[in-house]
Structures are given as C-alpha cells and as structure tokens.
C-alpha cells in the first residue's frame, strides 16, 4: 500500500524528519503522481508529518505504476 | 538550646533519643554533627547527616560535606544534592551506580572512579564511534567484535596489510540499532539517512522493500571522496539476504553509473567508468557475502567476490561525478532501480591491491560471523 501524492503534496512533504530519517516521496510513471510507503505512517521517525500523510489518499501500486527501468542498469 | 554541645553531649544526647531537641536548635546542631563527624571520618555519623539532609533541615550540605573522605553505598543512595557529592573525593562502586544526577556523575568520573568500570577499547577509534552512538542494545561482545574488526583492518589477518586509512567511510549497518547503523565508523560525526522508513534488524541490516526506501550515504565522491580519487578508488558492500527482482546493491546514475547490481554474477559500475558495466566471471544462485569493485589505474578495474578478483578490464577513467550515493537503490535525481536486499554493511575508499582485498573480506567475515553468533 502507498500513500499518493500530488506534486504539491509531495514538495512540502520531502525532506529530512529528524537526524537521520528522511521522506523522499518516488514519482510515479503517470508525470503526476508521486509515492511513499504506506509504513511511513507507523514510523515515530516522521511523526511531525503523520497528520498530513493520513489525510492522503492511499492505494496499491503495480509494476506498470512505476518508470521503465532506465537503460544502465 | 544545644548550641554549645561538644562531641560527647552528641554522642549522649543521639543514644538516649532525640525527644529533647527542640525545632530551633536543629539548625545549629546539625553543623556540630558535621564538624565532628569529619574529624571522626566515622561513616555511621555520615549516613545520619545524609538522613538529615533528605528531610531537609539542612540548607548549605556542600559546604559541610565537603570534608568527607569516603562515603558508604547506603548515604550515596539517600543523599541527592549534586553540589555536595561533586565534593566527595571517593565513592565505593555500590554507591555510584545508585547516584543518578549527571552533574555529579562527571564529577565523581574525574577523580578516577568510574575509569574501572566499562569496555577497554583496543582501537581509540572504536571509543570515538562509540562517544557519538546512541548505545542502545550495546554490549561489550558488540564493542569487541568492532574492536576486533577495527585490528583486523589495520593490520590484515591474510596478508598483514594496513587498509583501515584507505577508506573514505566504512558503516557497520547491522548493529544493535539503527541510529547507529547510520553512523560512519570512521567519520562518528558524519551519518547516513534513512529514506522512507527503510526496515531495519539488528545485528543483520537494512532490507529495502524493493520500489520506494532506501539509505542515502550523503558520500557524494565528488566532495567527499579523500581517498576516492579519479584513478585509485573502490566501493563494496557486504549482501545479508539476497535480492529477488534485480535493481542497484548500491549506487547512483547521472551521466556515469556507479554501483552494484543484482546479477547471476558479480557485476557494477565504476568506480568512474561512464557506464561500462564490469561483470565477474563466476555465476552463482546468489551474491551473499562481500562485493567490491575497483580502480587502479587511469585503465585498469577489477571486481571482486569475497576477498577474490573475478573480473578486470581496462575501462578509461572518467571525472568523479557530482552525486549521492544511494544503498538499495540508484540515487538519481530522485532515487530508482530498488533493491529487496538485505544490506549489513557499505563502504568507499581508495583503490586496495589483491592482497588488501583478501584482508578487507577476512576483517569483515569475520566481523559478521561474530554478528551472527550474537
């Protein structure tokens, strides 16, 4: 499960949440979306950002939901 | 009133109670109890001060306290005011470890107290890690195995080399918690970043879930490289768990690739060679153990397997590329190409010789057969 994020959304939410913990939200294949980790939420690590992450849409992604592999890999 | 009382009205007037002493003359008669207890050194007479003390009739300790010698367990244990035990010249083990006030704590420390008590590193390198870590599930069997680790590096239990100096950053992922399994070894005051949550076990590693987390080192070879340079450089990191659907070990891309990729063989970019990949020769069900890759020359990589060369070639260098370095993952401008392995340690460094190589994955081997056992 993912937690879904607009551009927006995920722009305020990126960036470090204590010392050595961070929030780096994935972007998705679509341009428009990005993604984070639905466990995210149980992590004491990012709870500044708990209340906002739970007010976001969450859904299951598939293979086809993420970017083509870039050719060096 | 008892304010001339000498030690032998004391003695008398404390063995055949205390119903004649009034509230007024506590004050003045507690001091007389100092003075002479001091004199006395006699440690009954101090647990009493110390009882007198907790209740409160006293209102400048320190200063009476200040000429005890020794204090027993019990009077540390009843008596709380930091500014007088900051006075106290000695303290019996029982009695410090039930003080809990940091103030006097450091104080008590430097009169040599605490000095007998805790792990003796080997390596002063190890205390210096361990005076930035968080301590947390730590043992003394953990601060030997890094000890023994930290030996092992620098002076090679196969061939006697000294590769510890030839490492930009060396992190231990499978310790007892995971802050610390974030902190550099060998730079304490540098750490890496947990990046969405990344699952963490202790004494094994970080396992990534494969499509969004991952451990950005903050190395970026370009600004951080000291011994990583253009034409002597090396990475490698120790795989717990292998991966199961491909993607980077560790890594990044922009317009060069560094890194190690989930393959039948050994196999990675760099250290900067554009985006030739080097491939090991050795197909295996999976890469469990220590993989490294290697620059010796402005024309000659090698990729290693547990201490051992199974592959080389002659690849030009390329300029050290201004990125991140991503551990189960790619970092790109963002981050890709994620891992499901499970990652116990990484590191970066100068170009090692064979003989260095084999040292590197002795030192770590053993390192992480001792983790295991724990």
């Not at chain 2, 008596?79 to 470890?97: D, E, H, L, R, W």
């Not at chain 2, 900067?272 to 010796?296: E, Q």
């Not at chain 2, 064979?354 to 295991?372: G, K, L, M, P, S």
Request: hydrophobic letters at 40%; aromatic letters at 8%.
């Amino acid at each position: 499960m993912f937690i879904i994020l607009t551009k927006a959304q995920a722009d305020a939410l990126r960036g470090m949440t204590s010392g050595t913990t961070a929030l780096m939200p994935v972007p998705l294949k679509n341009g428009t979306e990005w993604a984070l980790p639905a466990k995210v939420l149980d992590d004491p690590a990012h709870a500044s950002k708990r209340r906002a992450l739970a007010a976001i849409t969450k859904r299951e992604l598939t293979k086809a939901d993420w970017p083509d592999p870039d050719p060096i890999e | 009133m008892f304010g001339r009382l000498g030690l032998g009205d004391l003695t008398s007037f404390g063995a055949s109670g205390g119903g004649a002493l009034g509230a007024d003359d506590e004050a003045v008669t507690i001091r007389q109890v100092a003075t002479v207890s001091a004199a006395k050194t006699n440690t009954t007479a101090i647990v009493g001060f110390s009882q007198v003390a907790a209740v409160g009739i006293e209102t400048d300790p320190a200063a009476h306290y200040s000429a005890i010698a020794t204090v027993t367990a019990g009077a540390i244990a009843a008596y709380t005011n930091a500014s007088a035990i900051s006075q106290i010249a000695a303290v019996t083990g029982a009695g410090f470890a039930g003080y809990t006030n940091a103030a006097a704590v450091s104080q008590i420390a430097a009169v040599g107290i605490e000095r007998t008590v805790g792990y003796s590193w080997t390596n002063s390198e190890g205390s210096t890690w361990e005076a930035q870590c968080d301590l947390t599930g730590w043992d003394d069997g953990f601060r030997g195995d890094v000890d023994q680790l930290i030996s092992d590096l620098k002076s090679g239990t196969v061939n006697a080399t000294n590769t510890y100096s030839g490492f930009d950053l060396i992190l231990l992922m499978d310790t007892p918690n995971s802050s610390d399994s974030l902190r550099y070894l060998n730079a304490p005051t540098l750490t890496a970043t947990n990046v969405n949550s990344t699952a963490f076990t202790a004494t094994e590693g970080f396992t990534g879930d494969g499509s969004a987390d991952y451990i950005n080192t903050n190395y970026n070879p370009s600004t951080d490289g000291s011994q990583f340079t253009q034409n002597s450089a090396s990475h490698g990191c120790w795989q717990r768990t292998a991966a199961t659907g491909g993607g980077y070990l560790y890594g990044f891309f922009s317009t060069s690739a560094e890194g190690i990729i989930t393959n039948a063989t050994p196999g990675g970019y760099g250290p900067n060679a554009g985006t030739t990949i080097l491939n090991g020769t050795t197909a295996r069900a999976s890469l469990v153990g220590l993989t490294g890759i290697n620059r010796s020359g402005s024309a000659a990589r090698q990729i290693y397997f547990n201490g051992v060369s199974e592959g080389s070639d002659t690849a030009s260098s390329t300029t050290l590329i201004n990125k991140e370095v991503a551990i189960l993952a790619r970092k790109t401008a963002t981050a890709d190409q994620f891992s499901n392995a499970q990652i116990s340690l990484w590191f970066a460094g100068r170009s090692f010789t064979a003989n260095e190589w084999a040292d590197i994955h002795a030192a770590f081997d053993t390192y992480r057969t001792a983790r295991e056992a724990a």
